[in-house]
């Protein structure tokens, strides 16, 4: 290998840029075995796993493949120690730019999609449910249970008893409670 000005620093010479004789381009397994071997020896002694070893050593010899099928190298363990190096830098980037893995002990506090999907469904349900009560039933318990109104409020807003406003109440949530109810039979008998 030569110095060069390029981004690197360093360029691999083709066999006729450094004067001398072109290799084969058929190298044998043997060669391929050699290379593959000096690529994990190289990873292993940087303090990286076997995995990663044996990860950078596939990927170096599937460049350097396409490499001396361009044109001939001078060195095919130079330029797989430098394909081996970039490799290693690329993959520290990638990890580093994801940040550290997520450990269990800090679980997601977010629903799961299918719990999402099936809550979708369940107020769909009850919406439904509740477009098919009567207005005044439905006016009635919306006061008391979504605004949050007294009886004796209701009932002296809409010209009601208290009697009648506990009813409406109490049939009310009966009706939905049973509509929610045959929802969720139906869901079980479809499964």
């Not at 995995?51 to 596939?58: G, Y």
């Not at 363990?77 to 450990?103: H, K, M, P, Q, T």
């Amino acid at each position: 290998m030569r110095q060069d000005n390029s981004a690197k620093g360093f360029r691999v010479e083709t066999a006729a840029e450094a004067g001398g004789e072109p290799r084969h381009a058929d190298l044998s397994d043997a060669d391929w075995r050699a290379v593959r071997h000096a690529v994990l020896v190289y990873v292993r002694r940087r303090g990286h796993s076997r995995d990663v070893a044996e990860d950078v050593a596939q990927e170096s010899l599937t460049k350097l493949l396409h490499y001396t099928r361009q044109g001939q190298t001078a060195s095919l363990f130079a330029l797989a120690f430098r394909i081996a190096a970039n490799c290693l830098v690329d993959r520290f980037r990638g990890e580093s730019r994801y940040g550290d893995a997520v450990l269990d002990t800090y679980p997601c506090g977010e629903p799961l999609p299918d719990r999402i999907a099936s809550d979708r469904q369940r107020l769909a349900r009850l919406t439904a449910a509740l477009e098919r009560l009567p207005p005044l039933r439905r006016a009635v318990l919306l006061r008391r249970r979504i605004d949050n109104q007294s009886i004796p409020r209701i009932a002296a807003e809409m010209n009601l008893s208290t009697a009648a406003v506990e009813k409406h109440v109490v049939r009310g949530l009966s009706d939905l409670r049973e509509a929610m109810e045959d929802g969720e039979e139906l869901k079980g008998s479809l499964s």
